[in-house]
DNA sequence: GCCGTTATAGCACGGGCGGGCTAAATTCTT
DNA sequence: AAGAATTTAGCCCGCCCGTGCTATAACGGC
């Protein structure tokens, strides 16, 4: 048999190799030839574990979404299933930070994101996978504030479908503005709305 | 002299066809060939009006940036300026409305921005463009809650700066997940989350 | 040591791209 | 009628693209 490669690791390589092209000079430059380069592989390589480009770029699309998910769900399940320590209402703040942008690498992730959004507007095949993303962050929101709810934490009489959709798009809005204005729109600034949007949901407590 | 052609009026034609093409088929295929062809002209004729390929993509921005706006500053004309009639919480609903995708075409139009958003994170020269636009947009949102605070329709205490963040915001995620999800989030549940949210910035009134 | 399998490498083709450049058509002024 | 200015048209070059296809290299089982 021939030389010993994972196949997994190496398909992940070259996504990561995707993601980095796309991050530094957008995903329209993504080609196989630019990834290949700078996974640091021959182009038929990288063709020998992608059918195709369309292939390529639905994997790596998923890669990316799948690290996003990850790291969201390890704060979620630190912060969200146990009885744990500290108070609810920061656990549940820094839970839902977790999806913004906060610092520069996040910030580039959700750049690249962003590319792939907009791609799917004329590429199909790249829109099960971005469906997939939004029912997962909408319903991580839903239930986070079905818990608040639960905890009796949250102003009675509320639509939660429509508190859902709201806090659901104010992230994807705080993360598309932070992504276009990273300076205007800082780390400082994201924090703070959350809180005070948090806050506006809560029963009074003094 | 010549034939009487109004350069202005052709550049608009050319930069609506931009539009039209970057709407069908993705902003990456509006090369100058396809876009000639759309307008109905040469390739030649559309280079003899833009020097190149880039300063027809800033061109293009500007025109759509242009009517955007066109459209939200007519609505605030008439709905913010005068003391006008009808219920004032309703007025600066339909205003703040204005700026999202209610229907298919100010969908594909924001489809279409949003490519001129994710292009201008790897090329600065459009990057003018989208930040007047978000200051514009940040101004207007600004104003709206100034007016409506100095109308007393407003919980006291607020801090304009995060309200106006959070509201831009949201019109930013409403409108991203509008053109994501156009079914799942359709023109009604849009303008009930809104009606919602300035709900819950208004003193209560009964 | 040999072979079959698999990984790596990359040539070659057709096609789309932007842009330099030339040439023709058009139309107003003289 | 002649000529100058402007618009229209598009050839041609070099570049990059995806992909079909072939050739070589690496390695484990026999």
Redesign the pocket.
Same mark, same amino acid.
Request: net charge positive; charged share 15%.
């Given at each position: 048999?021939?030389?010993? $490669?994972d196949?997994v690791e190496?398909r992940q390589a070259v996504a990561d190799a995707v993601l980095r092209v796309a991050a530094r000079e957008g995903l329209e430059?993504?080609?196989?030839?630019? $990834?290949?380069d700078e996974a640091?592989?021959?182009?038929?390589?990288v063709?020998?574990?992608?059918?195709?480009?369309?292939?390529?770029m639905i994997f790596a699309m998923g890669e990316l979404a799948r690290r996003i998910e990850a790291r969201i769900h390890t704060h979620a399940a630190a912060l969200l299933d146990p009885a744990a320590t500290g108070d609810r209402r920061e656990r549940t703040l820094q839970l839902l930070a977790e999806t913004l942008p906060l610092d520069a690498e996040r910030r580039e992730e959700a750049g690249v994101w962003l590319s792939f959004v907009t791609a799917a507007r004329t590429r199909p095949e790249l829109r099960g996978r971005l469906a997939k993303m939004q029912a997962g962050l909408d319903e991580l929101v839903h239930r986070v504030l079905l818990e608040t709810d639960r905890a009796g934490a949250l102003t009675p009489g509320l639509d939660l479908t429509v508190e859902t959709r709201r806090l659901s798009a104010l992230l994807d809005g705080l993360t598309l503005q932070a992504v276009q204005h990273p300076l205007l729109v800082g780390p400082d600034e994201l924090c703070a709305v959350l809180r005070h949007h948090l806050d506006s949901l809560a029963v009074a407590r003094d």
């Open positions: 048999m021939p030389k010993i $490669v196949p190496r430059h993504a080609s196989l030839r630019n $990834v290949a640091g592989l021959a182009i038929g390589s063709r020998h574990y992608f059918a195709g480009s369309s292939e390529l």
